[in-house]
């Protein structure tokens, strides 16, 4: 008993002199935004209670939506009109799943960020990123809520000369903000693909056809499943991976991806 109440006050003390030497440490070096490298001295906090690692003004510009968006595939319109909730983009398209939401669009901060992260292997700003997204799809949870979080897969060959894997890492950052497992074992990809931006739409749907499996989908049959990949602009590969989930028995599959990359003038 006397052990017991003497372990309580070290973890106590422990704890609090930790908090304290990191409260000295930040006000000594306050920490920097992620986007626009500014002193974070303001001490904003998300909703997780961790201090956040962006500016207002660089989140408010990453998490910005200009236009409205498809409920269906989460792509961006100027004008926005979604007969039956489909746009032009999506309507003639047999989408597999239920949902597309992204934290904001291909461009200006966003784009840089993604660029950046992909070219320097930043993880922690991927991780950060990640959980922008986690806090916005927390706002949605109630029509998201989702057993399992999978990473877009990508080829051996693509892993093993570029290491660092990026969908896999903002899933990281998004499993933080709505704690909830990672599996990404559970799919796997079987083939390189090209480039989907190189490709036109109908191209995209064939170059991903077949190219994934699900490893275990006993694991999956059930389950309501969060799709994460750093950009969704055809919506092709996210689509492919859907259909497989849904095939082995997934009841819900919500896409989500950093950014949308495309914008269409027409609803
Ligand atoms: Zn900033
Ligand atoms: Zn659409």
């Not at 047999?94 to 461009?107: E, M, P, Q, S, V």
């Not at 997204?133 to 060959?157: F, M, Q, V, Y």
């Not at 390189?192 to 995209?204: C, D, F, M, N, V």
Request: hydrophobic fraction near 40%; charged fraction near 20%; include cysteine.
């Amino acid at each position: 008993m006397r052990n017991a109440a003497w372990g309580f006050w070290k973890r106590a003390f422990s704890s609090a002199a930790i908090d304290a030497w990191g409260a000295a440490v930040d006000f000594a070096f306050p920490p920097e935004c992620f986007g626009c490298h500014s002193s974070l001295s303001d001490r904003r906090h998300d909703t997780s209670g961790r201090q956040s690692m962006w500016c207002a003004e660089c989140e408010r510009r990453l998490a910005s939506v200009a236009e409205k968006c498809c409920p269906a595939c989460g792509a961006e319109h100027f004008f926005a009109r979604f007969p039956q909730g489909r746009c032009s983009l999506c309507r003639g398209m047999k989408l597999h799943f239920d949902r597309a939401i992204c934290l904001g669009n291909y461009h200006g901060l966003m784009q840089d960020l993604i660029v950046r992260l992909k070219g320097s292997h930043d993880e922690p700003l991927a991780v950060q990123l990640g959980r922008l997204l986690g806090r916005k799809l927390n706002r949605e949870s109630p029509l998201i809520g989702c057993d399992l979080i999978l990473a877009t897969p990508t080829h051996w060959w693509n892993h093993w000369r570029r290491p660092s894997f990026v969908a896999g890492i903002i899933a990281e950052g998004v499993a933080q903000e709505l704690r909830r497992p990672v599996a990404n074992h559970l799919l796997r990809c079987l083939r390189r693909t090209k480039k989907q931006g190189t490709l036109s739409t109908r191209q995209r749907v064939a170059n991903v056809e077949g190219a994934f499996a699900v490893t275990q989908p006993k694991s999956v049959a059930g389950r309501s499943i969060l799709l994460v990949d750093d950009v969704i602009t055809s919506g092709a590969t996210v689509n492919q991976l859907a259909k497989i989930l849904k095939r082995a028995g997934a009841v819900y599959v919500v896409a989500a991806a950093l950014a949308r990359g495309v914008r269409h003038v027409s609803g």
